[in-house]
């Protein structure tokens, strides 16, 4: 085994002093030449009512290519668009013209905000907001063939709604999906109740595609999270022994702001009693902008998984004004206190961006515990930029990284990009977003970034 391993780690890194070579005096954090047109791919659908193509989700096939579900406008409706490209960045022709095509789906004609994983037999599921004729937000999940076709053994058509109508009619946002290591996929998001929203998750077989009846309350949960009026989560991971931790937002009882929310739950739902001093959850509040300003709204947006130790790092934005916020790192250990061992006390908030500041919206951890922070920063230039910061272990910036801080803008001048998610790909990051041309004509960009990680497949 030992020998195995290092032979194997041999090989990589004599790759990465080939892709070295090949690179001439590239540097990390500039774009991937080899990668599209400078590192870029840009997507446009174009399907009519209003062109606006935005909210790209990716995921990679069992050969490497890039799959990417968007959605997308069309006259009458949103749609759900899809596109395949080659690991160059090439479309895929033998997808469809132009590499893509849109989704035929057994919903509704309003589909909005998708996330997609990626089955160990090569099909898709698809998370989705579908938002009925009579105005009410459902979440639906799908399993899709490799060609975008609904699979018929799952759900009898392949999509199958998950409702929480906790008001009797109201709008639920799905935010996030994971696999868990019983196949069975777990979904979060929020749900519209009483004063408020409350964090939700749901559990699905996946080998029959009903609901998990030992998960919550018929296979979904909702939390009223103690001293809070409203909560929100915007991701989640699942842990090895199925349990799982999400983060978003709460707002305090008697309160115009709101704070980072934190929480973890044990396999059958309940918020876990071994977690944050027995609480099974915790907040985090930055209030940068004071204590009781309706300004101080904390939101932790996405957060990556220490699998060996079950402590999590997370990220999001802390408002600062009523124009501006901060982009923060947080990091905390298994029993939901600050890792002091990053920054001094678990967190880092980054300032000295321009007027409109900045954001995360999306993290990934290399081997060597790298982290990866993704998100929008506003330069005073009349756009928002895409943002991509290197960060070391202990909290500081990585300056050998673009010189800390990475800003790419791929629409016209003053034209805002909208950063969704981050992967790794082929060894370097690939930022996935979407960007301004005119109007509310949005197109879909793809760029991958230069960047030696000989480790981030996570070997030690």
């Not at 018929?152 to 109201?170: K, M, Q, S, W, Y």
């Not at 609901?211 to 009026?229: L, Y």
């Not at 699998?307 to 999590?312: A, D, L």
């Not at 206190?337 to 993290?363: E, H, K, P």
Request: charged residues 20%.
């Amino acid at each position: 085994m030992f020998v195995s391993r290092c032979l194997l780690l041999l090989a990589l890194l004599c790759i990465s002093l080939l892709n070295r070579a090949d690179a001439g005096t590239i540097e990390d954090g500039n774009p991937d030449p080899s990668f599209g047109l400078n590192g870029d791919v840009r997507t446009f659908f174009d399907l009519g009512g209003g062109n606006r193509d935005t909210a790209p989700t990716v995921v990679f096939d069992l050969i490497g290519r890039v799959i990417t579900f968007a959605e997308v406008s069309v006259p009458g409706g949103t749609g759900i668009g899809m596109s395949r490209h080659l690991p160059n960045g090439t479309p895929d022709t033998t997808f469809g013209p132009g590499g893509k095509r849109l989704l035929v789906l057994p919903l509704s004609s309003e589909l909005k905000a998708p996330k997609a994983l990626l089955a160990p037999d090569g099909k898709f599921y698809l998370l989705v907001r579908n938002e009925t004729s009579d105005n009410l937000y459902f979440w639906a999940l799908c399993r899709l063939f490799v060609l975008g076709t609904p699979d018929p053994t799952f759900a009898e058509d392949g999509c199958r709604d998950v409702i929480f109508n906790l008001i009797g009619g109201g709008r639920d946002y799905p935010t996030a999906m994971a696999f868990d290591n019983s196949e069975r996929m777990v979904l979060g998001g929020y749900v519209q109740a009483t004063g408020g929203f409350r964090a939700a998750l749901a559990r699905i077989n996946l080998s029959n595609s009903t609901v998990d009846g030992s998960f919550g309350i018929g296979g979904k949960t909702t939390f009223a999270f103690s001293g809070t009026v409203s909560s929100q989560a915007h991701d989640l991971a699942v842990l090895d022994d199925n349990r799982i931790a999400f983060v978003g937002s709460t707002r305090p009882l008697n309160s115009l702001h709101l704070d980072v929310l934190v929480a973890r739950v044990t396999s059958t739902g309940e918020l876990d009693a071994t977690y944050a001093d027995g609480s099974g959850f915790r907040s985090i509040a930055f209030d940068r902008a004071g204590s009781n300003s309706p300004f101080s709204n904390d939101t932790a947006l996405a957060l990556a998984l220490e699998p060996r130790t079950g402590g999590i790092t997370l990220v999001g934005r802390a408002q600062l004004s009523a124009t501006s916020s901060n982009p923060f790192v947080a990091r905390l250990i298994a029993n939901g206190a600050f890792d002091l061992s990053f920054s001094g006390d678990g967190t880092v908030v980054f300032g000295s961006f321009g007027s409109g500041g900045g954001w995360f919206t999306d993290i990934k951890i290399d081997g060597r515990k790298r982290i990866y922070a993704y998100g929008n920063a506003e330069q005073n230039d009349g756009d928002s930029d895409l943002l991509l910061m290197r960060i070391g272990r202990s909290g500081g910036s990585d300056l050998t990284f673009g010189n800390g801080r990475i800003y790419h803008n791929i629409g016209p001048a003053g034209r805002p990009n909208l950063a969704t998610e981050l992967h790794f790909m082929a060894g370097k990051p690939l930022m996935v977003g979407s960007s301004l041309l005119a109007n509310q004509d949005y197109d879909l960009n793809l760029t991958r970034v230069w960047s030696d990680l000989i480790f981030a497949d996570g070997l030690q």
